[in-house]
């Protein structure tokens, strides 16, 4: 995960290494928040090297730590529900969450990096083998 209160500046240099972010959140209120947050996948770092020399240039933090663990399904979001149990989950698993993002198919947590693979067995248990549909 990268930050920076650049946002031009760190498209360009994601662009220029040909580095799509998986998942981007812009933040443009005029408060010390401000700024950008993007996931990258490690799939796509080749020169992760120079990479880290350019986005720190930006200036642009990078977090090694964090991950992304996404849940999905049509409507998903039209109740917090899979939000509080995904975020209760991760509570009982003592997984450290940095963040919640949503759209209306899915619901993404952004957390721990090396706890990622407990995240997603867990989640795949009480999202899909545990999980009930509903039936209109």
């Known amino acids: 995960m990268v930050h920076s209160r650049e946002v031009d500046r760190l498209l360009s240099v994601t662009d220029s290494f040909g580095i799509p972010g998986k998942q981007i959140h812009v933040i443009t209120l005029g408060c010390e928040q401000d700024g950008s947050w993007m996931v990258l996948s490690k799939e796509n770092l080749h020169q992760s090297e120079r990479l880290r020399t350019a986005l720190e240039a930006i200036p642009a933090r990078w977090h090694d730590t964090a991950g992304a663990v996404s849940i999905i399904g049509t409507g998903i979001t039209a109740s917090h529900e899979k939000i509080r149990e995904g975020s209760k989950a991760l509570q009982e698993l003592c997984v450290k969450s940095f963040g919640i993002a949503t759209s209306s198919f899915r619901i993404t947590w952004l957390v721990e990096r090396l ?22």
């Open 115 to 136: 706890k990622i693979g407990v995240v997603v067995q867990h989640f795949h248990r009480i999202f899909i083998e545990n999980s009930s549909p509903r039936v209109p």
